[in-house]
């Protein structure tokens, strides 16, 4: 089975902040992928931005390995989790334009999505905040 975690924050403004994601992918309990980007930064970049950009990459990751196992992608993201289920209405432009990308990524898998709260997912948030500070330090923010 495999578990992704995936977080992002926009700091030290939402919206308009620095927007970077963190992800964390295991198979039965070993780590097999870790990592973290900054989106960019400034006009258009949110919170949701930043969530929806991890997940992305969780999925693209998925696809290019071609992986078949029973799939779990947990998130403190109520919005993104609850909105890749279904359960929540897609209505702002940054959902329109992730949520079907990433089902397509993972289309004929076999996938469930978890909403988890902040604690458990702190691997993911720690590498988000490892993003930002890499961004800030490159950019001299």
Sequence with gaps: MIEAYFDGLCEPRNPGGIATYGYAIYK???AIKKGCRAVGHGKGMTNNVAEYSGMLRVAEWLKEQDIDDEIIIKGDSQLAINQMMGIWQIKSATSKHFVP?????LEGKKVKFIWIPREQNEE?????????RRYRNAKNL
């Design 124 to 132: 993911a948030d720690m590498l988000s905040r490892v993003a930002y």
């Design 101 to 105: 990308k990433i089902r397509k990524l």
């Design 28 to 30: 039965d309990g070993q």
